[in-house]
């Protein structure tokens, strides 16, 4: 009986270990890829989320979108925690290389305190073996935590591009709610700054201070948005007309 020869030392194939990621190199246009897909998705209003949210993960890769959870993972408590064994189902993601709680985003609440009307700093840390990568750069337990901003491309375990990693694109929310029936639009951050812009233009001045005028709530009228802007600023003309006779009355008393 003739038996297997044995194996010359350090011959035997060493296996590779679950915690160690296999290198990989992303090309240019694939990164750019990726970067267009967040781009335009951070473009987008978010549409449907939970009442309270923040800000929401949209998934982009198949990993992802494969998921329960559906393609958006609404964020509206202070502090989330995704991982293998965490208790919401909602940020459960089961496999053997996402650790037990891989990461955390969460809001920074003293400065929500501090301010409660502007925006909180949001904040990504991560807890995990493997690491966590935000725009390709990756992040380990030993990190400083990570400010997220709008579009930005968050993946675990693996590298965005990477055909077994979740990745995800970082989403805020800004809610403008209506008093009339109490419901919230979702717009774009530009819109926001774009609207204060047109609010600045329609302050008008006067001798106790300036005084504005909000087209934002304009009274319940047939009239279409067109018109009624038109009006306002009808309004601002012959109100700054006013004043500036008020003015040369008040000169005239005085001499």
Known sequence: MLLPAPLAPNTAPNKQPSSVLPPSKPSLACRDKLRAVAHKLAEQP?????????????AISEKARLLPQGTDIPLCADEHCFGRTVHDHRFRISD????????????????????????SPIFLKDTSTNGTYINWKRFRKSSAPAKLTQGDIISFPYVAHDEASYTFVYREVTEIHSEEN???????????GSENKMLEDTMVGSADGPVSLDVRRPQKTRKGPKEQLASHFAMIKELRTEIKLAHVRHEKAEV
Not at 46 to 58: D, K, N, S, Y
Not at 96 to 118: A, F, R, W
């Open 46 to 58: 978010v549409h449907g989320t939970e009442p309270g949210a923040w800000g929401v993960l949209t």
């Open 96 to 119: 053997i290389l996402v650790s037990s709680c891989h990461c955390k985003i969460y809001m920074d609440t003293v400065l929500k305190e501090l301010n409660p009307n502007g925006p």
């Open 182 to 192: 109490g419901t919230a639009t979702k717009r774009k951050f530009g819109e926001v």
